[in-house]
């Protein structure tokens, strides 16, 4: 069988030894005193992507999401897991385990129902941001619980935790990232000065990365290195990392940057001095309880390095261009494959695993910038589904193919999802594929002012679903790195982002359906956001140039002004991207791109 290079499907969930996991650490509990403890899937660093010492939420329940948590209390134990995951949380936990909606149910709510009044809950201060806990602490003052910071049991109870990564950080050249290190640590060391605080505490790897252009291997898919750091008002940085992972950054960073070892980190913020600007959404809770005990002023803001960090650069966006026709012409070439191959034996796993070998045909491929979503019939309804040799299923003809996928170039970090008709499709199946179209169209078409937020944008890619009575349970997009994390914040496109666009932000769209047993589609490109000359008004411009299936879409459900839009779509990816394919997808390319 053909192994991938940066992907494993093998199982990663244990759901059998999660009773007795769970019995050893309510064990250690009531040793403690505590009625429960509290499991994020996030590491210190509030990753999405956790490495294999982190797992400790699936460690305990077998559920592998890339958000959720877990509640143990001494006679029962939530998972609570959001809209993108219920499907899957069923399949992956043991009957001793009870799946929780979040955030319809909330954390303090459920625990005012399974705890009683004067009782504690435990949690790794480490592992909690300052806003996560005092939420917590409010909400439940009234139920008269508590919250208790402990060592964490769990690390504990696992006996073949694995060790923590020591990847080697490397410089990322300024050719790439557009600006140098010292300009960046001097724009936001002015910044520090003009509001008269002293330094900023930075816990957040993607944004050291992005500050001192250097990158990493700690965790997959995502070219961070775990550290966390200290910048000062006078431009100086102290840098708290692993002595094993600095010898190739040390003579780039040397003159401005302090390098000390990661127990250093508590000791150095007891001895801060004048107003320290913390970020509450980032912080970890125990480092604002030693800035507490040690009388350390703090102004709550969001971290400095997120605005600058999402508004890319004009080399950064020129460089993502290219990384995005590169990505575009490998999807291309994929597509192409698959609409010629016979269905019947070709698997999940053979599609994720021939997609990573076109995009390999690049020498610029450093990694695949998440595991390869590769869902076919009823695990398309899954939105983050991962293929394992379990749940690996052969295609068939009458379903449709869901793939979600992205490479990590030096140039660039992509993401793109299509969805493809595999034989013939039944109407409902094709009205829906359309109504997302409809919904990415309205989205990819927009003007808007400046100063519009996601959530201003986000019923655009939802209108046509909500006048059938559908609707997809994820935001509609995220943001996206530059040669760093896929999912990217401060700006995204959903409900909630109150983050206004502004001009050089790489944000997703991708609106989707899923009916739970029977299909899912989504279609997503990426977009950057543009400045309109001589106005106050911003606009989208698409990076992604891969043809959209036109044998889901029911033609007479669109309007003259979506079908105009598509038939342009496809007439820029035939001009872009023909140059770049063999003549047999160039062949496939004029045929899929016709007008309709």
Known sequence: MKTAKFQSFEEQSSPDQGPKRLTALRKELKSQGLAGFLIPR??????????????????????????????????????????????????????????????????????????????????????????????????????????????????????????KPISKAFFYDEKYSGQSHLDKLTNLAKQLKQNKHSATIITLPENISWLLNIRGNDVAHVPIIHCVGILHADASFDLFIDHRKVADIQPYLGKVVRFHGMDKFPKDLKKLSGTVRIDPKSLPFAAITILKKARIACHRNYDPIALPKARKNSVEISQAEQAHLRDSAAMCEFLCWLDHQDMGKLSEIDVAISLEGFRLTNPELIEISFDTISASGPNAALPHYRVTQDSDRILQQGEVMLVDSGGQYLDGTTDITRTIAIGAQKHHVCEAFTRVLQGMIAVSRLTFPKGTAGRDIDAFARAPLWAAGQDFSHGTGHGVGHFLTVHEGPQSISPKSTIPFEAGMIVSNEPGYYLEGEFGIRTENLLVVTSIPNSDFLDFRTLNFVPIDKRLIVKKMLTEEERTWLNDYHQICRDKISRRLTPNAVRWLKKVTAPL
């Open 42 to 163: 996030t590491d210190m660093y509030q990753g999405e992507n956790v490495a294999p010492a982190d797992e400790r939420l699936a460690w305990l329940t077998g559920f592998t999401g890339s958000a959720g948590f877990c509640v143990a209390l001494l006679k029962t134990a939530g998972v609570f897991v959001d809209g993108r995951y219920r499907v899957q949380v069923k399949n992956q936990i043991n009957k001793v385990f009870t799946p929780v909606h979040w955030p319809e149910t909330s954390l303090a709510v459920w625990l005012s129902k399974n705890m009683r009044r004067g009782e504690s809950l435990g949690f790794d201060p480490w592992l909690h941001t300052v806003s996560e806990i005092e939420k917590a602490q409010n909400d439940l003052a009234d139920a008269g619980i508590s919250l208790k910071p402990i060592v964490n049991p769990i690390d504990k109870l696992w006996k073949d935790q694995p060790g």
